[in-house]
């Protein structure tokens, strides 16, 4: 059980420090050991080849950096919400007139979920102490 407790705490520290910095998180991995790796990138790589977006990224990306660095505090919340929701509001209209292709469109959505993967885990009883 000790083994499980320091797996635990490592497990959430390291989701803990993803979600301390500036990153977009791409996706979660739990490997069959049950270690957690969190894959991330910068928010310029993140939107790479959405320069047509520039514009309407900018209030989005100002309220995503202060609702980071004030530990996600609901003071930030609504603003970053309705930044986010105007930023796929005006994705979805430029898809319609086809100033994007659906790739762009599809990050915008992507931004506010990530991918979980897991390879086969051990049972409880598989881990040594």
């Known amino acids: ?14 989701v803990i420090r993803a979600l ?14 049950r270690v957690v790796t969190v894959h991330t990138s910068s928010w310029q ?3 790479d080849g959405c ?3 520039t514009q309407s990224l900018a209030p989005l990306q100002k309220i995503w ?7 996600y505090i609901s003071t930030y919340r609504m603003g970053y919400v309705h ?3 105007r930023l796929l509001e005006q994705a979805l209209a430029a898809f319609c007139r086809e100033e994007i292709d659906s790739r762009i469109l599809a ?3 992507e931004f506010e979920t990530f991918a979980m993967s897991f390879d ?7 881990f040594g102490s």
């Open 1 to 14: 059980m000790a083994h499980l407790n320091r797996l635990r705490r490592h497990n959430q520290c390291v």
């Open 20 to 33: 301390r910095q500036p990153v977009v998180f791409g996706s979660i991995h739990i490997d069959s050991r």
């Open 51 to 53: 320069e047509s977006l």
């Open 120 to 126: 086969r885990l051990c049972k409880v009883e598989e």
């Open 107 to 109: 990050k915008v959505v």
């Open 83 to 85: 930044a986010y929701f």
């Open 65 to 71: 950096t202060e609702f980071i660095q004030h530990g």
């Open 45 to 47: 790589e993140y939107w």
